[in-house]
């Protein structure tokens, strides 16, 4: 194992990006100078720019979290935002904050993970910083996309009696951090090192926690079904604040149908485990990185043929109305109990 002291600053970042390679025509210089050189002439094209900060102890416990998942996992959620807004993700700049518990080969893996996520998204990795820190690992990344002007989706442009649509399915990046969590105060309590955890026949519910996936597909596939949405966000929060959010910010109401919230098998059974509430674990869950967007009625049909897209009920005029219409008929009203940062 090789000390970070013994590289210091511009050697670790050297090393670290030493085999980076340019591939979007917009980045035009990237790791080496003071600043990225990024050209974003091309007429209709507009810069969308997100910035995400992931502390350890807040965002992530590394007792089980693999430092190349968190690499990964810390590219996708940048990606996600630029997703949200309709557009593509293109650069991003890398800053650190390592404490001395950390080798340069822990670094090394951290950064494989960003790299590779880089790649499966065409993305480039043009800068960045690196810094001493007294309280373990914090990752900031600022991601730079490109939209295309008039196909920009904002978060307060829904319209009454638009659709509302997910992709994929919720709340199983929730069960898989209860599962980690619930193995590590059993590896806590018995101080074992020989202690196993018990995930047979859980690995999608991890794989949504550890190494979450920025839904570029469904994007693509609105953009080939000329599909552009009245408003989105991702779900990194919970459906619940999310929509609560689109419906503040757009000056609308809404009401979703609890039997259409698209839910994955192991989520159901791994909530039922636990005893929890499998409605509540998909409206507050958080952390699924789906895409919560909303869409003329016209467009129904359309958005039915899109695999993985399921629209889970629609808009109102009435901006107090925001409810949850269960099977039985009773409507339950939405609060936003999600993940929040403070």
């Not at 974003?40 to 979290?65: C, I, P, S, W």
């Not at 199983?172 to 951090?177: S, T």
């Not at 507050?284 to 958005?303: M, Q, R, W």
């Not at 899109?306 to 901006?319: E, F, L, N, R, W």
Request: net charge negative; charged share 25%; hydrophobic share 35%.
């Amino acid at each position: 194992m090789s000390e970070i002291s013994k590289l210091g600053e511009f050697g670790l970042i050297d090393h670290l990006t030493e085999d980076i390679k340019l591939n979007n025509a917009s980045s035009v210089k990237g790791v080496g100078d003071d600043a990225a050189i990024l050209d974003y002439t091309k007429n209709g094209v507009r810069v969308l720019v997100t910035t995400d900060l992931l502390l350890e102890g807040v965002h992530f416990d590394l007792t089980y979290t693999p430092l190349k998942h968190l690499g990964y996992k810390a590219a996708m959620v940048n990606f996600s935002d630029i997703y949200a807004m309709n557009g593509r993700p293109k650069q991003i700049t890398v800053s650190l904050g390592v404490s001395g518990k950390f080798q340069t080969e822990d670094i090394e893996e951290l950064y494989e993970g960003l790299k590779l996520a880089c790649e499966r998204h065409n993305v480039d990795i043009v800068g960045g910083d690196t810094s001493a820190s007294a309280t373990g690992l914090t990752i900031s990344i600022t991601c730079i996309g490109e939209g295309e002007e008039g196909k920009i989706v904002c978060r307060n442009t829904a319209k009454p009696n638009d659709l509302i649509c997910v992709s994929g399915n919720l709340g199983a990046a929730y069960m898989g951090l209860q599962l980690l969590e619930r193995e590590k105060k059993v590896f806590d309590k018995s101080g074992r090192d020989e202690m196993q955890p018990d995930f047979a026949g859980k690995e999608y519910l991890l794989e949504r926690q550890l190494k979450p996936e920025a839904r570029k597909d469904i994007i693509e596939a609105l953009d080939k079904a000329g599909i552009v949405p009245t408003a989105m966000m991702d779900i990194s929060d919970g459906l619940s604040s999310e929509l609560m959010h689109i419906c503040k910010q757009s000056g609308v109401g809404c009401r979703i149908y609890e039997e259409k919230i698209p839910v994955d098998y192991q989520t159901a059974i791994q909530a039922e485990e636990f005893n929890m509430n499998l409605m509540t674990v998909a409206l507050n869950g958080g952390e699924d990185y789906e895409l919560l967007f909303t869409a003329p009625v016209s467009l129904h049909e359309k958005i039915n043929e899109i695999k993985g897209i399921k629209v889970i009920g629609y808009t109102t005029a009435d901006t107090n109305e925001k409810v949850l219409v269960t099977p039985e008929g009773p409507e339950i009203a939405l609060k936003a109990q999600g993940w929040t940062g403070f």
